[in-house]
């Protein structure tokens, strides 16, 4: 049951991680506050990103995960939502062997 065990882990890894990104996207941006917002809402799409909260985002992933973002990795597509970041914050991770 390695496996499992490991999947369970890596779920609450990400479970973890969307919580942390979702919590700063709440607390930074004043658009979302009224707003119901999905981990899966495109937040460019929806107008809600300035360029400044994108680079401020950059900047709390990058620090409260201990991780750097390669700039090929800087992309609207792996900032647009929760869910882009959160997967995007695993691969960087694993690929760094944690």
């Given at each position: 049951m390695p496996s499992e065990s490991l999947t369970s882990m890596e779920n609450g890894a990400a479970a973890d991680t969307a919580a942390a990104i979702r919590n700063y996207v709440r607390a930074n941006m004043t658009a979302l506050?009224?707003?119901?917002?999905?981990?899966?809402?495109?937040?460019?799409?929806?107008?809600?990103?300035?360029?400044?909260?994108?680079?401020?985002?950059?900047?709390?992933?990058?620090?409260?995960?201990?991780?750097?973002?390669?700039?090929?990795?800087?992309?609207?597509?792996?900032?647009?939502?929760?869910?882009?970041?959160?997967?995007m914050v695993g691969e960087l991770k694993h690929a760094a062997g944690e």
């Open positions: 506050r009224d707003v119901d917002l999905r981990d899966d809402d495109n937040f460019f799409e929806k107008g809600f990103v300035t360029s400044i909260f994108a680079m401020q985002m950059l900047d709390f992933i990058e620090s409260t995960f201990g991780i750097e973002v390669p700039d090929d990795r800087i992309t609207l597509q792996n900032f647009s939502s929760i869910d882009s970041m959160t997967r």
